[in-house]
């Protein structure tokens, strides 16, 4: 199934997709945080039927998108360097900022006050950048409670994935020497178009994951590609700390990104960026 939160008369509603993706009937939450707490995916079926039945239909093209989790309730996770050759390009471009000491997982937090709804535009911050950078990523939620995850159950606790464009101000994270500020800034999540739920998905899943800016190919690659896994992940993770229904882990990205190319290929004023997973969608976004 595929989820969404849309704008309905001006208020936030949580809906699910027809099955040929063309219209979107609302489902009985408040937002989607409180579903993916509350409703199973036999509910979530439930629900569905409910409302075709009822005829609450609303043609996709009619409504608007916002980031299927608008306001994440704790910041999302990220994984570094977690595709060789992305690995390659940032050490080449910053050795001091991004040379791995150990072949471990990165792991960093982003913070997001709201994330960026699919169309909608990403703020340059030109008085604080010089060099914005696009990282096209999966992103896994989290659908319960996890600790203490063994890495062969790691698929029990994923309720879904969606699309992440992890927006990136290398001047400020390289000039910092951590990546906090220079990924956290207002407007540097843009996230969707949809949340998939996890059994329209194999798992661990091997999807292809590119980017484009301006419709010129960026980045390429797929997710099996993956140092450090999923299921690895959540095992390390939550072996130290519990992670919440609703938490959101990018899980890095690939080769191509703007400051892998000699001379880098930064954002600017206007720039359209297409990020795209297999099976799940295009998340597309304008700089301003």
């Not at 990924?183 to 059994?199: E, L, Q, R, W």
């Not at 301006?214 to 700390?241: C, K, V, W, Y």
Request: glycine share 8%; charged share 20%; hydrophobic share 40%.
């Amino acid at each position: 199934m595929k989820l969404v939160t849309y704008l309905e008369n001006g208020a936030e509603t949580v809906g699910a997709l027809t099955r040929d993706g063309t219209a979107v009937f609302p489902l009985p939450v408040p937002d989607m945080n409180t579903l993916i707490e509350t409703m199973s995916l036999s509910d979530l079926r439930s629900a569905a039927e409910t409302a075709e039945r009822a005829g609450a239909l609303r043609p996709l093209a009619e409504v608007a998108l916002c980031a299927p989790i608008p306001r994440p309730r704790q910041d999302i996770l990220c994984l570094g360097m977690n595709y060789t050759d992305h690995a390659r390009e940032a050490a080449h471009y910053d050795s001091g900022a991004f040379t791995k000491e150990r072949p471990v997982a990165v792991y960093f937090s982003k913070r997001v006050n709201e994330a960026v709804a699919p169309g909608g535009q990403i703020p340059s911050h030109s008085d604080l950048v010089t060099r914005l950078d696009y990282e096209v990523e999966l992103a896994v939620i989290l659908g319960k409670s996890a600790k203490n995850v063994r890495a062969e159950n790691a698929a029990d606790y994923i309720f879904g994935y969606t699309i992440l464009n992890d927006l990136s101000a290398r001047d400020v994270q390289t000039g910092h020497k951590q990546w906090y500020f220079g990924k956290s800034m207002d407007g540097f999540t843009p996230m969707g178009p949809v949340i998939v739920t996890a059994d329209e998905i194999a798992f661990p899943p091997a999807l292809d994951i590119s980017s484009a800016v301006n419709g010129e190919p960026r980045q390429h690659s797929n997710t099996s590609l993956f140092l450090t896994d999923i299921p690895t992940l959540l095992e390390e993770l939550t072996a130290g700390m519990t992670l919440l229904p609703g938490t959101i882990i990018a899980t890095g990205t690939p080769a191509g990104v703007g400051m892998g190319f000699d001379p880098p290929r930064f954002l600017k004023p206007g720039d359209t960026v297409d990020c795209t997973i297999q099976g799940i969608g295009t998340l597309r976004n304008t700089v301003r």
